[in-house]
């Protein structure tokens, strides 16, 4: 710790006797938290039974200001405290240990004390206030760059933005259309036709030109307008034409099919902005194709040894039909349930009313901003503007219901799922649930368990029209993992 005899301002006196009594003002009756919403000017608010007073003010639209003083009686016990707890800790030459002056003391540590004391005071002051009125900042306050000092109340300050006010709409009010789950047996078909696709082989072709289903060899070279080879540009590469021909952005499909072996296909094309190397990067070249080889798919017969081979555990093709039909069923629901989610939040977000604020709007877009698709592309970013407000709005939103409702997530509940992980994973409870604490897996679990919850009240209030009834209550993660927050109610 610093040695520095400057000790600002604790180098008062103080007296050795570090039992002796601090006068405190006598308890008085809690009051009740203070309404602020409407506050035209400053208002005082007087918190003597935990020896402090608040002035809240507003700044501008969205910020506030506090200013707090904190009784000098409640700041020399914690200056007498912080001491008596130091004494019973150091060693320092010619006194018994627990025995050292204060007066040696604050020529050793009393900065460090100041500066902790200080911290501390903030620290628990600050979020006394805001609690005390009611009004939640969206990120920490900035605090003053003020010190304790002896024998004097503590006064400093802090500015936040402010989380806005939600108005919530009357639930029972809003209706939400639940689609069909039906599933149609053209999807099946399809994803049978799929299965054929995945167990193709491919046989070499020589007597006729290329097809929109081939497996087409090529070598790749350019030229750039002056006819002069580009040396980064020459290289062997397989295409299969029914899945993906795209080059840098460029089809190379349409130049391919028709022409036969051995043949040269020649495509104009520019290359993106951001190509590597950056020497192409924006230059419009040539490129020259040669058709290498050309290898035709061929489909198997969708036939019962076709279904073996796909599922061992389906003696025919029906079967494996079924356990395709059965797989897209439960996958169509899930994705309805999703979609019905979703839908039911949005009705509910549209119907609230929630001024969000610019400065926030403007610190998400400037994570974005940077990126030069966004640079380039004016409407994009003017898209991009309006989801963010929009998912600013929502997070204000699904907040302000749990808040209303009462909706919180009890630490057991967060074991629970932890401790479900641990059985399924092998891994010991308290180990695990301590690195999820230290990475922050622990609050991302508690998040999802908080956003499920209210998810759940919103679909026992909202209407829920047509089709089937389906399993519309949201379930808690139920493998004990902990997914990144979905964003709904984390906060900035």
């Given at each position: 710790?610093?040695?520095?005899?400057?000790n600002?301002?604790?180098?008062?006196?103080?007296?050795?006797n570090?039992?002796?009594?601090?006068?405190?003002?006598?308890?008085?009756?809690?009051?009740?938290a203070?309404?602020?919403a409407a506050?035209?000017?400053?208002?005082?608010?007087a918190v003597?039974e935990e020896f402090?007073?608040?002035t809240?003010?507003?700044?501008?639209?969205?910020?506030?200001?506090?200013y707090?003083e904190?009784?000098?009686?409640?700041?020399?016990?914690?200056?007498?405290d912080?001491?008596?707890?130091?004494r019973q800790?150091?060693?320092?030459?010619?006194?018994?240990?627990g025995?050292?002056p204060?007066t040696?003391?604050?020529?050793?540590y009393?900065?460090?004390?100041?500066?902790d004391?200080t911290r501390?005071?903030?620290?628990?002051?600050s979020?006394k206030a805001l609690?005390k009125?009611?009004?939640?900042?969206?990120?920490?306050p900035?605090?003053s760059?003020?010190?304790?000092?002896?024998?004097?109340?503590?006064?400093?300050?802090f500015?936040f933005?402010a989380?806005?006010a939600?108005?919530?709409?009357?639930?029972?009010s809003i209706?939400?259309?639940?689609?069909?789950?039906?599933?149609?047996?053209?999807?099946?078909d399809?994803?049978?036709?799929?299965?054929?696709v995945?167990?193709?082989?491919?046989e070499v072709?020589?007597?006729?030109p290329?097809?929109?289903?081939d497996?087409?060899?090529?070598?790749?070279?350019?030229v750039?307008?002056?006819?002069?080879?580009?040396?980064?540009?020459?290289?062997?590469?397989?295409?299969?034409?029914?899945e993906?021909?795209d080059?840098?952005?460029?089809?190379?499909k349409?130049a391919?099919?028709g022409?036969?072996?051995?043949?040269?296909?020649?495509i104009?094309?520019?290359?993106?902005?951001?190509m590597k190397?950056?020497?192409?990067?924006?230059?419009?070249v040539?490129?020259?194709?040669?058709?290498?080889a050309i290898?035709?798919?061929?489909l198997?017969e969708?036939?019962d040894?076709l279904?073996?081979?796909?599922?061992?555990?389906?003696?025919?093709?029906?079967?494996?039909?079924?356990?395709?039909?059965?797989h897209?069923?439960?996958?169509?629901k899930?994705?309805?349930?999703?979609?019905?989610v979703n839908?039911?939040?949005?009705a509910v977000?549209?119907?609230?009313?929630c001024?969000?604020?610019e400065?926030?709007v403007?610190?998400r877009?400037?994570?974005l901003?940077?990126?030069?698709?966004?640079?380039a592309?004016?409407?994009?970013?003017?898209?991009?503007?309006?989801?963010?407000?929009r998912?600013i709005?929502?997070?204000?939103?699904l907040?302000?219901?749990?808040?209303?409702?009462?909706?919180?997530?009890m630490?057991?509940?967060?074991?629970?799922?932890?401790?479900?992980?641990?059985?399924?994973t092998?891994?010991?409870?308290d180990?695990?649930?301590q690195?999820?604490?230290?990475d922050g897996?622990?609050?991302?679990?508690?998040?999802?368990l908080?956003t499920?919850?209210?998810?759940?009240?919103?679909?026992?209030?909202?209407?829920?029209?047509?089709?089937?009834?389906?399993?519309?209550?949201v379930e808690p993660?139920?493998?004990?993992?902990a997914?990144?927050?979905d964003?709904?109610?984390?906060e900035?």
């Amino acid at each position: 710790m610093n040695t520095d005899a400057e000790n600002n301002t604790l180098d008062e006196q103080m007296p050795d006797n570090q039992d002796a009594a601090v006068e405190q003002p006598s308890a008085a009756p809690q009051e009740p938290a203070a309404d602020v919403a409407a506050s035209s000017g400053p208002t005082v608010i007087a918190v003597p039974e935990e020896f402090y007073t608040l002035t809240i003010e507003d700044v501008d639209k969205n910020r506030k200001k506090i200013y707090v003083e904190v009784a000098k009686e409640e700041i020399m016990k914690r200056i007498e405290d912080s001491y008596r707890e130091l004494r019973q800790k150091v060693l320092v030459n010619g006194f018994r240990k627990g025995h050292v002056p204060d007066t040696v003391l604050r020529i050793h540590y009393g900065r460090e004390i100041q500066e902790d004391i200080t911290r501390d005071v903030m620290t628990t002051f600050s979020q006394k206030a805001l609690k005390k009125v009611g009004v939640k900042p969206v990120f920490d306050p900035d605090l003053s760059n003020d010190k304790v000092e002896r024998n004097k109340p503590f006064k400093f300050d802090f500015t936040f933005l402010a989380v806005p006010a939600v108005a919530l709409p009357e639930l029972a009010s809003i209706s939400v259309t639940r689609q069909s789950a039906e599933l149609d047996e053209a999807v099946v078909d399809r994803a049978l036709e799929d299965i054929r696709v995945s167990h193709a082989s491919y046989e070499v072709v020589e007597d006729r030109p290329v097809n929109d289903t081939d497996y087409v060899s090529v070598h790749i070279t350019a030229v750039d307008a002056e006819g002069n080879e580009l040396a980064d540009i020459d290289e062997e590469t397989d295409i299969e034409l029914s899945e993906s021909s795209d080059y840098h952005g460029t089809d190379l499909k349409p130049a391919l099919v028709g022409r036969q072996l051995g043949e040269l296909a020649e495509i104009s094309m520019t290359f993106p902005t951001d190509m590597k190397p950056m020497g192409l990067a924006g230059q419009t070249v040539t490129l020259k194709v040669l058709i290498r080889a050309i290898r035709e798919r061929v489909l198997p017969e969708l036939n019962d040894e076709l279904a073996q081979d796909e599922d061992p555990t389906c003696a025919t093709l029906e079967e494996l039909r079924n356990k395709v039909r059965n797989h897209l069923q439960e996958t169509l629901k899930s994705q309805l349930h999703d979609e019905l989610v979703n839908s039911v939040v949005s009705a509910v977000v549209d119907a609230s009313a929630c001024e969000v604020p610019e400065e926030l709007v403007e610190r998400r877009m400037a994570a974005l901003d940077y990126r030069p698709e966004v640079k380039a592309n004016p409407e994009l970013r003017t898209h991009l503007e309006q989801e963010t407000r929009r998912s600013i709005k929502r997070q204000f939103v699904l907040q302000a219901v749990a808040e209303t409702n009462r909706l919180n997530v009890m630490a057991l509940e967060v074991d629970a799922q932890i401790r479900l992980y641990a059985e399924q994973t092998g891994q010991e409870f308290d180990h695990l649930r301590q690195a999820m604490v230290d990475d922050g897996r622990y609050d991302a679990v508690r998040e999802r368990l908080l956003t499920a919850k209210i998810h759940q009240y919103l679909f026992s209030k909202v209407q829920i029209l047509g089709g089937e009834p389906a399993a519309d209550v949201v379930e808690p993660p139920a493998d004990g993992q902990a997914p990144e927050p979905d964003g709904d109610v984390a906060e900035e």
